[in-house]
T-cell receptor, first 114, second 112 residues
Framework: DTAVSQTPKYLVTQMGNDKSIKCEQN?????MYWYKQDSKKFLKIMFS???????INETVPNRFSPKSPDKAHLNLHINSLELGDSAVYFCASSSTSGGSYEQYFGPGTRLTVT | KQEVTQIPAALSVPEGENLVLNCSFT??????LQWFRQDPGKGLTSLLLIQSSQREQTSGRLNASLDKSSGRSTLYIAASQPGDSATYLC???????????FGEGTQLTVNP
């Protein structure tokens, strides 16, 4: 009955590799987000999708590409990984069509690039 | 550009004490404000959401207030317990379905 789930939870990889992180929500929300939490624990938005349409695209290297196959899923693909990409990546979702408007967060994916 | 500041950055209190965490934001045109809790190595747990038209929200021992005009919110924790030890994050949303802009958090330690 997990609300927002992410896989994998931990990801250790070498520089230059390509990797993907998957996110799924079963809350019926129409908007999904990717946030990055850096080593100083600061959380910052990367992308958001509403009904599969890209709404927010922050100043993120174009090595990062989000993909939303449907409203319940938002995946993050990262090409040519760099040391500075090491962080915790959080997926979140919310409803913009009524309700509490809270953003619900997944457990995070800790990415370590060596 | 919205900026969110949380004071203090860290707080250590004895068990049973009432405490207040502070959050301020630079642009008062917000849609809502959300308080989260983050335990070490874990995700974010939503504690309270205050919509821009509201002044406060309560959940158990937690009470959050919002003064939109002055760009401030407080999170009041009554009768603190060691289990309350965590990092508390304040975040504002400017329009429905837009980004949350986070503060850097207050790391709370409640000593038994």
């Amino acid at each position: 009955d997990t609300a927002v789930s992410q896989t994998p939870k931990y990801l250790v990889t070498q520089m230059g590799n390509d990797k993907s992180i998957k996110c799924e929500q079963n809350l019926g929300h129409d908007t999904m987000y990717w946030y990055k939490q850096d080593s100083k624990k600061f959380l910052k938005i990367m992308f958001s999708y509403n009904n599969k349409e890209l709404i927010i695209n922050e100043t993120v290297p174009n090595r990062f590409s989000p993909k939303s196959p449907d409203k319940a899923h938002l995946n993050l693909h990262i090409n040519s990984l760099e040391l500075g990409d090491s962080a915790v990546y959080f997926c979140a979702s919310s409803s913009t069509s009524g309700g509490s408007y809270e953003q619900y967060f997944g457990p995070g994916t800790r990415l370590t690039v060596t | 550009k919205q900026e969110v500041t949380q004071i203090p950055a860290a707080l250590s209190v004895p068990e049973g004490e009432n405490l207040v965490l502070n959050c301020s934001f630079t642009d008062s045109a917000i849609y809502n404000l959300q308080w989260f809790r983050q335990d070490p190595g874990k995700g974010l747990t939503s504690l309270l959401l205050i919509q821009s038209s509201q002044r406060e929200q309560t959940s158990g021992r937690l009470n959050a207030s919002l003064d939109k005009s002055s760009g401030r919110s407080t999170l009041y924790i009554a009768a603190s317990q060691p289990g309350d030890s965590a990092t508390y994050l304040c975040a504002v949303e400017e329009t429905s379905g837009s980004r949350l802009t986070f503060g850097e958090g207050t790391q709370l330690t409640v000593n038994p």
